[in-house]
C-alpha cells in the first residue's frame, strides 16, 4: 500500500498543473508504472481536450508495457461520452493489467460506472488510496456535485489591529493592507478559482478591476451585488472585458432601462434575487446555474458576514498586514482554530469550515 501511495501522491503532484484550466471538467492526475519505473504521466488538458488517462498512455513509448503497467490516477476513470471517448474504454483497450484510483466519481455519469466497467474486462482495480487526499484536490468538482453549488473562498485583508479598511479615503481605488507578495498570491487564488464576487459597496469605494495582473492564468468571472443597481455604467467591473454577473433585486421598469443599456455587452449577465431573505444561499442557486464550480468572496465586511451567517463557506484566508489604522470598518471574526503562515511581513490565517 505504501508503494500504491507514492505513485498517487505524483499522480496530485501533476493534477496541479491543470487546476483553473480544466473546467467543468475536474483536474486529474495520472500515472503509469512498469516494473516500478514510471513510464508514463498527465494531466487533464484545458476543457475539451484529453483527460489525465489518455495523456499518460500517449506519453508511453513502449506502449506494448501497457499491458503489464500499472495506472494509478487520482479519480475513478469515465465511462461515458463527453467531449472525448470513455477513459474506462481506452484501458480497456489497451488491456493495463491494474489500475489504483484515489477516489470514487460521485457524478451520477459515473459514480462506479468506470470501476465496473474495468472489473468486467478482467482488470485488477484497488480503489481508496490517499482518498481524503484526493477528495481534497478535487474539492471544487466534489462540491458542485454533491452540495449543488460552488466551494466557496473567503478572503480579504485585515490590519493587526482588525480593521479591512478606514472610515474615509481620498481616492476611488483599493487601500492595500498586505505586502505585494501577499498581494501576488491573491492573484494566483484568483487565477486557479473560477468567480470572484464584491458587493456594491466595495465598488463604489474602490472601483477594483478583480482581473489576474501579477500572475498568468484566466480572469475569473466577476459577480457583484447590486440590489438597486447604483454602480456606474463607468466602473471597471462593467467594462465588458470579462464576463460579469450582476445580481439585483426585483427588476423593475426602471432597471430594465438601466439594464437595456448593457445590450451592447455580451459579457455582462443579469441575474434577480430577493435581496429581503438570505442572500447566500440564493447567490449559490445563481452561481450553480451558470455551473460556477468555485467562488472568491473578496467583498467587504457586509458581504462576508452574509456567507459567515447562513455558514456557507468552505475556506477563508485572511492576511494581516504589518500595520494599523486605529479606526476603521471592522474585520469579520472567526472564533475557530487556523494555520498561519508568513508571507514576509503579513501573516496568512488560513480557516477550514469542517
Given amino acids: 500500500m505504501i508503494k500504491h501511495e507514492h505513485y498517487i501522491k505524483r499522480c496530485l503532484q501533476i493534477a496541479e498543473n491543470g487546476i483553473g484550466t480544466t473546467r467543468p ?11 516500478e519505473t514510471i513510464i508514463g504521466e498527465g494531466f487533464t488538458a484545458p476543457y475539451g481536450g484529453n483527460h489525465a488517462e489518455v495523456n499518460a ?18 479519480l475513478e476513470p469515465c465511462s461515458h461520452f ?6 474506462a474504454d481506452l484501458i480497456i483497450k489497451y488491456n493495463i493489467k491494474k489500475v489504483v484510483i484515489g477516489c470514487v466519481d460521485t457524478n451520477s455519469l459515473v459514480a462506479g460506472k468506470g470501476i465496473e466497467r474495468l472489473k468486467a474486462a478482467g482488470i485488477s482495480v484497488i480503489v481508496g488510496v490517499l482518498e481524503l487526499e484526493c477528495r481534497q484536490h478535487h474539492k471544487r468538482f466534489f462540491t458542485v456535485q454533491e452540495k449543488k453549488r460552488p466551494y466557496i473562498i473567503l478572503k480579504w485583508a485585515e490590519t493587526k489591529d482588525g480593521f479591512v479598511a478606514p472610515l474615509s479615503k481620498k481616492d476611488l481605488k483599493p487601500v492595500f493592507i498586505s505586502n505585494r507578495y501577499a498581494q501576488q498570491l491573491v492573484h494566483q487564488l484568483r487565477s486557479k478559482e473560477q468567480a470572484i464576487l464584491v458587493g456594491t459597496n466595495t465598488v463604489l469605494a474602490d472601483n477594483p478591476v478583480l482581473n489576474v495582473r501579477s500572475w498568468s492564468g484566466k480572469h475569473p468571472i466577476r459577480v457583484v451585488l447590486d440590489n438597486a443597481l447604483r454602480i456606474p ?9 470579462i464576463q460579469t454577473i450582476v445580481i439585483t433585486g426585483k427588476i423593475d421598469a426602471q432597471k430594465e432601462i438601466k439594464i437595456k443599456a448593457f445590450e451592447c455587452k455580451e459579457n455582462i449577465i443579469f441575474e434577480s434575487i430577493d435581496f429581503s431573505k438570505k442572500l447566500a444561499v440564493q447567490i449559490c442557486s445563481v452561481l450553480y446555474k451558470h455551473q460556477i ?22 475556506e477563508a484566508l485572511v492576511f494581516v498586514g504589518d500595520h494599523n489604522f486605529e479606526s476603521g470598518v471592522k474585520a469579520p471574526v472567526l472564533k475557530m482554530k487556523h494555520r498561519k503562515m508568513q508571507v514576509f511581513t503579513d501573516v496568512l490565517k488560513k480557516y477550514t469550515n469542517d
Fill in 25 to 35: 471538467n475536474p483536474a486529474v492526475g495520472a500515472v503509469i508504472v512498469f516494473q
Fill in 57 to 74: 498512455v500517449n506519453a508511453v513509448k513502449d506502449q506494448m508495457l501497457l499491458k503489464e503497467a500499472t495506472l494509478y490516477v487520482t
Fill in 82 to 87: 463527453g467531449k472525448t471517448p470513455p477513459c
Fill in 233 to 241: 455604467k463607468s466602473a471597471h467591473v462593467l467594462d465588458g472585458s
Fill in 293 to 314: 464550480q468555485s467562488l472568491i468572496v473578496e467583498g467587504g465586511t457586509q458581504t462576508l458576514e452574509t456567507f459567515i451567517s447562513e455558514n456557507l463557506w468552505d
